[in-house]
Antibody, heavy 118, light 110 residues
Framework: QVQLVQSGSELEMPGASVKVSCKAS????????LNWVRQAPGQGLEWMGW????????TYAQGFTGRFVFSLDTSVSTAYLQIPTLKADDTAVYYC???????????WGQGTLVTVSS | QSALTQPPSVSGSPGQSVTISCTGT?????????VSWYQQPPGTAPRLMIY???NRPSGVPDRFSGSKSGNTASLTISGLQAEDEADYYC??????????FGGGTKLTVL
């Protein structure tokens, strides 16, 4: 069965870096794009962008360019979200989700809570 | 680009029907039939309930239905059950080749 399994919660200090992983199983990893979605505490879903798992080409939403990095390791069917130089307002749950051609998400990871605090 | 507009909250009694609206623009909801709806109970990941305006994935009860008119999409839940209590989000593809979500609607089953 299709699964997206994310790495565990992270507690980091401001200025540190974090790398969240999203491991896919149960389907051909390079057949569907992988999206990242942020949900700040008590807030709604925010589209961060997506990565083409066939080419490795990332697309970032407005507000997420420059400081967020999407990457892949297709040998282990895993996508990564890296946030260098963390700020307090990066505190959120980050989800990966599988993109279908109609621009909807049929499978989601369980979410990774990143807490930035001194 | 601003989020799609959803009512912050709706409520209904068990057995009743509720409708959640999702208003966008001609740059998103009004142009494409690529509107989806997600259910998110507290502390859990979102779950796909409706895709491409009207389609239900397998496993989603037929009490959930979707529609669209102009720049507004709607999710209707009939025969409300206690387990339907959750936050609901719409999402739409846009003319900028991006996706935009609604602000979310909290459904309370009275």
């Amino acid at each position: 069965q299709v699964q997206l399994v994310q790495s565990g919660s992270e507690l980091e200090m401001p200025g540190a870096s974090v790398k969240v992983s999203c491991k896919a199983s149960g389907y051909d990893f390079t057949y569907y794009g992988l999206n990242w979605v942020r949900q700040a505490p008590g807030q709604g879903l925010e589209w961060m962008g997506w990565i083409n798992t066939k080419t490795g080409n990332p697309t970032y939403a407005q507000g997420f360019t420059g400081r967020f990095v999407f990457s892949l390791d297709t040998s282990v069917s895993t996508a990564y979200l890296q946030i260098p130089t963390l700020k307090a307002d990066d505190t959120a749950v980050y989800y990966c989700a599988r993109l279908r051609s109609g621009w909807f998400y049929d499978y989601w990871g369980q979410g990774t809570l990143v807490t930035v605090s001194s | 680009q601003s989020a799609l507009t959803q009512p912050p909250s709706v409520s209904g009694s068990p057995g009743q029907s509720v409708t959640i609206s999702c208003t966008g623009t001609s740059s998103d909801v009004g142009t494409y039939n690529r509107v989806s709806w997600y259910q998110q109970p507290p502390g859990t990941a979102p779950r796909l309930m409706i895709y491409e305006v009207t389609n239900r994935p397998s496993g989603v009860p037929d009490r959930f239905s979707g529609s669209k008119s102009g720049n507004t999409a709607s999710l209707t839940i009939s025969g409300l059950q206690a387990e339907d209590e959750a936050d609901y989000y719409c999402g739409s593809y846009t003319t900028s080749n991006t996706l935009i979500f609604g602000g979310g609607t909290k459904l309370t089953v009275l």
